[in-house]
């Protein structure tokens, strides 16, 4: 681009596009587009924004504009349910969901595209569930041109897509409640109605549901039976350290298959994840009931996506899984346990 006294702009073509920023009215758009051919209608205006200068377009063969540079790279940057803006705005388009699901970012070639510098790609965390329409990625570049060099670079990152949207699989449940105090009536079930709310949220329906006594055998069989019309399955209460807890040895003996017993996330250190089959079943401990979210909410996004959790993934959720217990909860949209 090259720099020109306004009045001399006339009739050139603007070489960026141009943010009218209105305090009082706290808007910020575009005011023009790159591209646009100076007149002297447009100086008044232009003068109002602070300019008394522009830069016009000069089509140095050896540079990219900030858009051209957007609409090579989207196209490589989106994967499986991501569409994006049809064209740039001031140079940057955005990436959304066209599903509700799981969405995952490769953040270690995230990081290698930021650290180029000439690029700007933030997203939303890894793992993090997201609705449809949820912008999760933006890209642009920092400078208004760069060398077309730079843009290999960038695609030489992309090879397969950066992110992607895991649509939510599973949408039938069982919730098992175990406990003789509950199962005699003397204290009213809690499990059953939180678990089911937090399973409306991704659109899954509760089909059986039952509360048995802390008695192995009852339970061991319920756990066969559920597995066959459940593609998830909650068991509740019992998942403790407590030497009559019974819920965990009753899973061990219905089949069920457990890569790690609980985990380091607090709240909800005793939530456990095994397999009977290809039917997920999770030991929910009671911090479920008290707070807001507990290491279940952390993993279940995950779950219900279809993926099969790993000791690492446990372990891994350390580092953040402390909950900060804020007076009024955000969760998700707050640090605990965020995949970065």
Do not use: W
Not at 25 to 50: E, F
Not at 96 to 119: H, M, W
């Amino acid at each position: 681009m090259k720099k020109v006294a306004l009045e001399n702009a006339i009739g050139l073509r603007l070489g960026h596009d141009l943010t009218e920023i209105n305090v009082i009215n706290k808007t910020k758009r575009r005011a023009y587009k790159r591209g646009h051919i100076i007149t002297v209608d447009d100086l008044d205006r232009l003068r109002d924004l602070g300019k008394n200068y522009i830069f016009v377009f000069t089509g140095n063969q050896n540079e990219v504009h900030e858009d051209t540079a957007a609409l090579e790279v989207a196209p490589l940057i989106a994967g499986e349910n991501i569409k994006f803006d049809p064209e740039p705005s001031e140079g940057k388009i955005s990436f959304y969901a066209t599903c509700d699901g799981l969405l995952k970012v490769d953040s270690n070639r995230l990081f290698q595209i930021n650290a180029l510098e000439i690029p700007s790609l933030p997203t939303l965390h890894s793992n993090l569930p997201v609705k449809t329409g949820k912008q999760v990625a933006a890209f642009r570049i920092i400078p208004l041109f760069c060398q077309s060099d730079m843009i290999e670079k960038i695609k030489s990152k992309l090879k397969i897509p950066l992110i992607d949207v895991k649509p939510f699989l599973f949408k039938k449940a069982g919730i098992i409640v175990t406990g003789n105090e509950v199962f005699e009536g003397r204290i009213k079930d809690a499990f059953i109605p939180k678990i089911s709310r937090i399973l409306k949220q991704y659109d899954v329906d509760v089909v059986i549901e039952e509360i048995l006594p802390d008695q192995k055998t009852k339970i061991s069989e319920a756990i066969k039976i559920f597995s066959k019309a459940c593609e998830i399955i909650f068991v509740t209460g019992g998942t403790s350290v407590d030497p009559d807890d019974q819920t965990v040895a009753a899973l061990e003996d219905a089949g069920v298959k457990f890569n790690v017993k609980g985990n380091p996330i607090q709240p909800g250190n005793n939530f456990t994840v095994g397999y009977k089959g290809n039917t997920v079943v999770c030991a929910v401990p009671a911090a479920a009931i008290f707070y807001k979210a507990t290491a279940l909410d952390v993993f279940l996004p995950r779950l219900l996506a279809g993926e099969k959790i790993q000791k690492e993934d446990f372990f891994n959720a350390g580092h953040g899984g402390l909950c900060h217990f804020c007076e009024k909860c955000h969760f998700p949209n707050c640090p605990f346990a965020v995949t970065n």
